[in-house]
């Protein structure tokens, strides 16, 4: 087994009406001034807003409101938020939504604690974050991972980008799980939240390390179970069985563990980005719209590895190794039609693209041909560009 180094701070409260004991654990973690952030109308149309308010009224602890966070959501509005927290001088954030909403809430967590400092030299690495205000979540969608994971990924609309921090900063202190809450989700939503937790087991498995054999079984559990419920929960939002596997699924995939000992890829998540920052479209499905394209570009580097992901989470048992990589691709493409999920650039809704557009997304993945993606393949913008090419239909 290889070394490796985990550390999940984050209490996760799952289960029926646990949103109502939210108060009492901003209580326990000793703050009494709180910036609330959610997203569109969501929440308040659910009554879940008031469900909170409630609770924390109860427990005498003073609110203050940050609503509005839009889906990739935008530093602008962090921003703004911040100089909110800033002024009503509260100690504690409380993310009522996706991973929209809970990266709003660490972006404004880290910018409270450093006053006078701006996001975006944050988020660039200009200003060295050492510290930031505690987070908690009420999460009302499966997909992201924000709840529990080191990471938030915000948009600069100025400069047309979407970026990602990474920091041990950036995990929330609970995270509370009712997957009751998720039953107002419309199936596009649902869907995009399985492409993404697929994506996030997915990004950590197609490397080159691959000693952690109970990494693998974890990684394969996973996607096993998510592709399982993602079935029902199509059909049916409000089977808490299945919505609360997708839920479990969801923190799992992206709080490192189907990953230990090994690095991130995350190469498909840079494409993703790039599509996300210039066509403003949903992340998960930004995400399936490339995967099969980028996995029929690299995969000949290891085929083994396309072949055992093929046998244990699609039971494929073919006798040739090559034929089974091939068939998992399918198999993965396949699921992502079939829940609804775009295969291509044209389904993602943005149509074919010029190739001058497609070299610009080349670039803005790879920050200017400047790093190189990808552990299997390892891939230059010019790589990139002809990925893009082979989704472009
Ligand atoms: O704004 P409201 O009205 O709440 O509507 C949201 C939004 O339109 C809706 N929604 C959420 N819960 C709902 C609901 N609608 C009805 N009932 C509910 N219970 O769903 C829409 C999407 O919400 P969003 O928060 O954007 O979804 P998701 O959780 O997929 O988050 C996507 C964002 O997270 C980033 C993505 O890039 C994207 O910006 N990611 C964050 C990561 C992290 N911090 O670790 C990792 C991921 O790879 C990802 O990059
Ligand atoms: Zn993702």
Redo the contacts with the bound molecule.
């Keep these: 087994m290889q070394e490796f180094h985990f550390y999940l701070p984050t209490e996760i409260i799952f289960g029926k009406d646990k949103e109502l004991q939210t108060g009492r654990e901003v209580s326990r973690h000793g703050s009494k001034r709180v910036l609330l952030v959610y997203?569109?109308?969501?929440?308040e149309k659910?009554g879940l807003l008031d469900r909170i308010r409630k609770s924390l009224e109860e427990e005498r602890i003073f609110y203050a409101e940050w609503g509005g966070?839009q889906?990739?959501?935008r530093l602008n509005h962090a921003q703004a938020g911040t100089d909110l927290a800033v002024r009503e001088n509260v100690d504690f954030i409380l993310a009522v939504?996706?991973?929209?909403?809970?990266?709003t809430a660490k972006a404004i967590s880290h910018g409270a604690a450093n006053p006078g400092a701006k996001l975006w030299d944050i988020w660039t690495g200009k200003v060295k974050l050492t510290k930031s205000l505690p987070v908690g979540v009420i999460l009302?969608?499966a997909?992201?991972?924000?709840e529990t994971?080191d990471?938030?990924?915000l948009t600069n609309t100025e400069i047309g980008k979407k970026a990602?921090l990474s920091t041990p900063l950036n995990r929330p202190v609970f995270a509370v799980m009712n997957p009751e809450?998720?039953y107002?989700?419309?199936p596009y939503?649902i869907a995009?939240?399985i492409a993404?937790i697929m994506m996030?087991t997915l990004e950590r498995y197609f490397i080159p390390d691959q000693k952690n054999q109970m990494t693998d079984e974890i990684a394969e559990g996973l996607l096993r179970t998510v592709i399982k419920n993602g079935r029902t929960a199509m059909k049916d939002s409000h089977d808490y069985d299945a919505m609360s596997e997708i839920m479990w699924c969801g923190s799992l995939s992206?709080n490192d563990l189907t990953g230990l000992g090994r690095p991130k890829d995350f190469s498909v998540?840079k494409l993703g980005?790039a599509l996300?920052a210039r066509f403003d479209c949903a992340?998960?499905a930004s995400l399936t719209a490339v995967w099969g394209s980028w996995a029929e570009y690299v995969y000949k580097n290891d085929i083994k590895r396309f072949c055992h992901y093929g046998e244990k989470v699609f039971g494929l048992d073919g006798e040739v190794c090559e034929q089974n990589a091939r068939a998992a691709i399918q198999a993965t493409t396949d699921y992502f039609r079939e829940i609804g999920m775009p295969v291509s650039l044209s389904e993602l809704g943005i149509g074919i693209q010029e190739e001058g557009v497609l070299r610009e997304l080349a670039q803005d993945a790879t920050r200017g041909d400047s790093v190189e993606l990808s552990f299997i393949r390892k891939l230059k913008a010019e790589d990139v560009y002809q990925i893009f090419r082979m989704a472009n239909h």
């Design positions: 997203g569109g109308r969501s929440a659910s966070v889906p990739n959501p939504g996706g991973g929209s909403v809970i990266d009302t969608i997909a992201a991972g924000s994971s990471s938030a990924v990602g809450l998720t107002t989700l419309p939503q995009c939240g993404d996030h992206h998540h980005h996300g992340h998960g």
